[in-house]
């Protein structure tokens, strides 16, 4: 079956760093996503991932391992402008129609506390 | 304009009736998703469009909820006889979905939210 898991919740202090897991099982796999998401809004594009390692941009990193299903999203020097819910998606590939299908976990709500 | 757009932004329906809900992708874009989040939760995939291939549509949870894409470009989705668990907030996203994949990044419209009474 597919499957992302990830922490319903985290709190963090400002200027700290924060760690937000995400693990997944799919039947195939062509990327992962980490999306940004403030209340009453859509999400928004943070990074994304296809081979293992860790992706900087900014203030956010990502990493990845394939093998272990495993992906985190870093991220530092935090602002209360972070505080919103952060989505991990995998892409899984469709073989009977060559297109993708992107699954989303129920995603992370991130509170930044002063 | 430049983004996604949909239509209406809100929608307060009664129980039993049918509701048409619109998206306007980026021009240029070939594929085309609809999502429904329901308050506090993850994005549950409906429905995904690519070009002129027929349509995944493994996502809609009844056959009372249908999607078309006119032109490869707008595209509607359709409940019919709402009912008050389909209360959400209704999500269309499009990609330029490049061949071998690639980033293939998603861009989300608003949303439109729906309320059933």
């Known amino acids: 079956g597919q499957n992302i898991d990830q922490p319903t919740e985290m709190t963090a202090t400002e200027g700290a760093i924060v760690q937000i897991n995400c693990t997944y099982q799919t039947s195939g796999f062509n990327g992962l996503f980490w999306y940004q998401q403030h209340a009453g809004e859509a999400p928004t594009f943070l990074s994304y991932?296809?081979?293992?390692g860790l992706e900087e941009k900014g203030r956010f990193s990502s990493f990845l391992s394939r093998s272990k299903g495993y992906s985190y999203l870093l991220l530092k020097e935090l602002q209360m402008k972070d505080s919103a819910s952060y989505l991990c998606a995998v892409r899984d590939p469709m073989r009977w129609t060559g297109g993708f299908k992107t699954i989303f976990g129920a995603g992370t709500r991130l509170f930044v506390k002063a | 304009g430049a983004g996604v757009s949909q239509s209406p932004s809100n929608k307060v329906t009664e129980k039993g009736k049918d509701v048409e809900l619109r998206c306007d992708p980026i021009s240029g874009h070939t594929a085309l998703y609809w999502y429904r989040q329901s308050l506090g939760q993850g994005l549950e995939f409906l429905i995904y469009?690519?070009?002129?291939?027929?349509?995944?549509k493994s996502g809609l949870p009844s056959d009372r909820f249908s999607a078309e894409r006119t032109g490869g470009s707008v595209s509607t989705l359709t409940i019919q006889r709402t009912q008050q668990e389909d209360s959400a907030v209704y999500l269309c996203?499009?990609?330029?979905?490049?061949?071998?994949?690639?980033?293939?990044?998603?861009?989300f419209g608003p949303g439109t939210r729906l309320t059933v009474l």
């Open positions: 996203a499009s990609s330029l979905r490049l061949a071998g994949g690639g980033t293939d990044t998603q861009y």
């Open positions: 991932n296809v081979l293992d």
């Open positions: 469009f690519q070009g002129n291939s027929a349509p995944d």
